[in-house]
């Protein structure tokens, strides 16, 4: 699905591998792009008044749910560390992701990598403490979504991390990119309301209500990619021609769906936010 388990491709690649291999950089091309300008927007929206100690600027950002509460420095101060874990996550994975970076300057490989590891797990302790200390008026059903989420990026960073320990770097890659999948479940989650709410309007009451879908994708938007993930594992390990075509055909299909809730996030959500700034 990514550039990380991808190996050059020799001039007698099967044309099957070969579009497997072009649709899966065309995902990591758009997935840098989308992860660089969400990147982008926490440091500029958050970044600034989070170190200065501003916290009451947060709410200025109608979008947020539940940002500063006067009194809860608890809550304040892991909402915060939550927002610069989530950058470091964002900026951190998608370098991991990069295979130049791991052939070419490996110390720098695993020092991003321990700290995107690292980075992920705490987020992950965080989210758990705001989901349940800190209670947002989610629903029991979303509330779980996310401790699942929480639970699945302890155990794949915990076994990215052993497996790196024990240096079987095939399986590693592997926990590690599914890792990266669910550790990103908030930008899928961005992303796919987007999208949806974009392809919705033509259908209009005809379609599943934005909370009908918000309930389900509150589950789908980490499940959804990583099994994308292993059925493109499987593919790739020996799916055969025409498997690697149909996995190759899914990952355009997907490509397009996430640009579109890419774009749609910048345009109607981020950059409005930005300009206000």
């Known amino acids: 699905m990514t550039a990380t388990v ?34 982008f927007y926490i440091l500029a929206a958050y970044g600034p008044t989070t170190l200065s100690g501003d916290f009451a600027a947060w709410n200025e950002n109608k979008q947020l749910l539940k940002g500063y509460v006067p009194g809860d420095t608890a809550g304040n101060l892991a909402f915060a560390a939550h927002v610069l874990m989530a950058a470091v996550v964002t900026f951190g994975g998608t370098l991991q992701l990069v295979p130049q970076i791991r052939a070419r300057a490996p110390a720098v490989h695993r020092w991003i990598g321990r700290a995107f590891l690292t980075t992920a797990i705490l987020a992950s302790v965080v989210g758990l403490y705001m ?21 699945l990026i302890l155990t794949f960073a915990g076994l ?25 479940g908030v930008w899928f989650l961005r992303l796919g309301i987007v999208a949806y709410g974009i392809l919705r309007k033509p259908f209009g009451d005809a379609a599943p209500s934005m909370g009908t879908f918000f ?48 774009a749609g996030s910048w345009f109607g959500m981020f950059a409005p936010v930005l300009a206000k700034l």
Request: include cysteine; glycine fraction near 10%; hydrophobic fraction near 55%.
């Open 215 to 262: 309930d389900i994708w509150n589950f789908g938007c980490y499940l959804v990619p990583l099994a994308i993930l292993e059925l493109y594992f499987l593919a790739k390990a020996g799916g055969g021609p025409r498997g690697r075509l149909a996995m190759a055909g899914g990952l355009v299909v997907a490509t397009g769906l996430m640009s579109l809730g890419i």
């Open 160 to 184: 990215a991390w052993r497996t790196a320990m024990a240096r079987d770097f095939v399986h590693h890659r592997r926990w590690a990119m599914r890792t990266f999948v669910v550790a990103n």
């Open 6 to 39: 991808l190996t050059p491709a020799s001039r007698t690649t099967p044309a099957a591998a070969a579009a497997l291999e072009a649709a899966a950089k065309l995902w990591f091309a758009a997935a840098v792009i989308g992860q660089g300008l969400f990147v």
């Open 131 to 151: 989901t349940w200390g800190r209670p947002t008026g989610d629903s029991l059903p979303n509330a779980i979504a996310i401790s699942l989420d929480a639970v």
